[in-house]
C-alpha cells in the first residue's frame, strides 16, 4: 500500500493599494408626467440642458454617455373606507421617464470640480455619485495575486520550520476568482462652491488563494 502523501495546505492573502487615476459621475434624471409623450419630452429636455451646462464646462457632448434609459408606469396606494371596512386601491400616478448617465474621465481636481459645479448648477437637478477607480485594475489585480503567492509562501515555510519538517515542492494551486471592487463611491451634494477639493484615499484591493505543497 502506497505511502500517502504529506502536504501542507496553505491560504494567501494578497493586499494592493494604488491611488485612484480615474473618476466616473454617474447622474441620474427623472421626469414624471400623466402623458407618456410628455414625460418622454421633459426627460429630453433635461438631458440637453445638461449636455449644455457640461460643454459650456470644457467637455464634449458626447462625453456624458447613456447607462440606462427607462420609462414606467407608476401607481400610488391609496386607502378608502367602504362601509366599516378600511380597503386599498392602486391609482395611476403617471410615467416617470428615469435616465441614467456617467461622464467619465482621468482624475484631476480641477477638472471633476468643474464637472460637480455645472451640473450642481444646472436645472435639471440630477441625482449625482462620484466614483474614484483605477484604469488599470488588471495589472491592480496581478499584483494583489503575486502578494496572495508570496504571503502562502512565507507563512508555509514558517509552518514548516517550527515543525521541524522540510517545504518541499508546489503540488497544487486552488484560485477561484471573485470579482474585485476596485472602486469608492460618494455621493455628491448640490453646491454653490466651485472648489469640492476631493482627495480620494488610496483604493485597497485584497484575494486570496490556497496553495498545497509537499513536505519531508
Request: proline share 2%; net charge negative.
Amino acid at each position: 500500500m502506497p505511502q500517502e502523501q504529506r502536504r501542507i495546505h496553505v491560504t494567501g492573502t494578497g493586499r494592493a493599494a494604488k491611488s485612484p487615476d480615474f473618476v466616473v459621475v454617474s447622474l441620474t434624471l427623472s421626469a414624471c408626467n400623466t402623458e407618456y409623450a410628455d414625460a418622454v419630452k421633459v426627460a429630453a429636455q433635461q438631458i440637453e440642458m445638461l449636455r449644455e451646462s457640461l460643454v459650456e464646462a470644457g467637455f464634449n457632448a458626447d462625453d456624458l454617455k447613456t447607462a440606462n434609459f427607462s420609462v414606467e408606469a407608476k401607481y400610488e396606494r391609496e386607502e378608502f373606507r367602504d362601509g366599516n371596512a378600511k380597503r386599498f386601491r392602486e391609482t395611476f400616478a403617471g410615467f416617470d421617464c428615469r435616465h441614467d448617465l456617467t461622464l467619465s474621465f482621468d482624475f484631476d481636481g480641477q477638472k471633476l470640480d468643474a464637472a460637480l459645479f455645472a451640473v450642481t448648477n444646472c436645472l435639471s437637478q440630477p441625482k449625482i455619485s462620484v466614483a474614484f477607480t483605477v484604469k488599470d485594475t488588471a495589472a491592480l489585480s496581478d499584483e494583489v495575486l503575486k502578494s496572495a503567492a508570496k504571503d502562502a509562501q512565507r507563512k508555509a515555510k514558517i509552518l514548516c520550520e517550527a515543525s521541524g519538517v522540510t517545504l518541499g515542492k508546489l503540488i497544487e494551486i486552488i484560485y477561484a476568482p471573485e470579482e474585485i471592487s476596485v472602486c469608492r463611491e460618494i455621493a455628491a451634494a448640490a453646491c454653490d462652491n466651485a472648489a469640492f477639493n476631493f482627495r480620494p484615499e488610496d483604493l485597497i484591493v485584497s484575494d486570496t488563494a490556497e496553495f498545497f505543497w509537499e513536505i519531508e
